[in-house]
Nanobody
Framework: QVQLVESGGGLVQAGGSLRLSCAAS????????MGWFRQAPGKEREFVTH???????YYADSVKGRFTISRDNAKNTVYLQMDSLKPEDTATYYC?????????????????WGQGTQVTVSS
């Protein structure tokens, strides 16, 4: 069982930056692939990025070049650095974890989820 707690959300102006954190419980954090998803009001939850246990990363086209995912296995934490934020990035951001090793772009690939943290980007 893994418990995930996100933090770092808030209100920021367009062009600004935020760093989200996701702290995980458990002693096998390094074995998990970690993902970030987001959900805007009235929209489906969508994939943002993931980082595999070995460190390989993948990004949605909408955030490529602006967002960076990283992990610190010693701290059981995954981060999402968000730069050049746009109003369309406004959403609740969710951290997720999985031991699966295949395609990790879908919600169903992940077994554990955090409660979410709100990010609001004003124009």
């Amino acid at each position: 069982q893994v418990q995930l707690v996100e933090s770092g959300g808030g209100l920021v102006q367009a062009g600004g930056s935020l760093r989200l954190s996701c702290a995980a419980s458990g002693r096998t954090f390094s074995s998990y692939a970690m993902g970030w998803f987001r959900q805007a009001p009235g929209k489906e939850r969508e994939f943002v990025t993931h980082i595999r246990s070995g460190g390989r990363t993948y990004y949605a086209d909408s955030v490529k070049g602006r967002f960076t995912i990283s992990r610190d296995n010693a701290k059981n934490t995954v981060y999402l650095q968000m730069d050049s934020l746009k109003p369309e990035d406004t959403a609740t951001y969710y951290c997720a974890a999985t031991l699966k090793t295949g395609m990790l772009l879908s919600r169903i690939a992940y077994d554990y989820w955090g409660q979410g943290t709100q990010v609001t980007v004003s124009s």
